[in-house]
């Protein structure tokens, strides 16, 4: 196992994007590589000469998720893992155990994390179990520490371009359908920075609730209540769609 790919995907956040990348400098374990997708511009100059891990990528700004699959496709490491650029590594630790799951068997591993919120309220842990029943339910996975083998990609394709606000939980059911296990790493690891410009909040629910609906026909599941990760930490039970 030649180590980790750590991609950060981003777009015009470069107060944040510094904060991430020295999050995964500071793992005990380091990556084989930083990937930067640049969605916007001007990631290049911000980051600067931060580290010679760090590569960045134009992604020509075509959207969130061709620029998560630009990072798998650059990829170099046997393991892939994600952070959202506006969240951040909280256990040094992480990287180190989510690679020994991997070494140890795993196909796929989440994570635990704490929802920070912006506004000064306190923290809310994020702490579930998924497999591939619940996850017909519910996206109880956090994206940011997402730890996986990038040869499932061979077997299961890429994210799915079609579905920009629910790629990440329609990959992890193709994960779990296709028969992989999902490891939970039972471990406050990463800090999710709730704030208005999170791609679920409110001012996007008519396209979140129309790709919602898309995803749960690709699936054959019944219509699901429109949620977030908020919603889900605080037991709510979401829009009906």
């Keep these: 196992m030649n180590g980790i790919s750590v991609i950060i995907p981003t777009r015009g956040r470069h107060h944040f994007l510094r904060e991430a990348i020295l999050s995964v400098l500071s793992q005990a374990e380091q990556p084989r590589e930083i990937i930067v997708v640049d969605d916007g511009t001007g990631a290049k100059e911000a980051v600067g000469p931060l580290h010679p891990l760090i590569r960045v990528l134009d992604n020509k700004q075509r959207g969130p998720v061709p620029a998560r699959n630009l990072g798998v496709a650059e990829a170099k490491a046997d393991l892939i893992c994600f952070l959202d650029d506006d969240d951040w590594f909280i256990d040094k ?24 919120f912006e506004d000064g309220r306190p923290d809310l842990p994020f702490e579930f179990h998924a497999d591939a029943s619940t996850l017909t339910r519910d996206n109880t996975i956090l994206i940011s520490g997402v730890v996986y083998r990038r040869s499932l990609h061979d077997g299961l394709g ?16 193709r994960v779990a359908r296709a028969g992989h296990a999902l490891t939970h790493i039972e471990r406050s690891s990463v800090a999710i920075r709730v704030h208005a410009r999170n791609m679920s909040g409110e001012s996007l629910e008519v396209e979140r609730r129309r790709n919602l609906m898309l995803f749960s026909t690709k699936h054959g599941l019944p219509p699901l209540p429109l949620k977030n990760h908020l919603d889900i930490a605080t037991g709510a039970t979401g829009k009906q769609t």
């Design 158 to 173: 890429f994210f799915d371009e079609a579905l920009p606000y629910y790629w990440d939980w329609d990959w992890y059911l």
């Design 93 to 116: 630790d992480y990287l180190a155990y989510a690679t020994h799951a991997c070494a140890n068997g795993a196909d796929f591993c989440y994570t635990d994390g704490r929802l920070v």
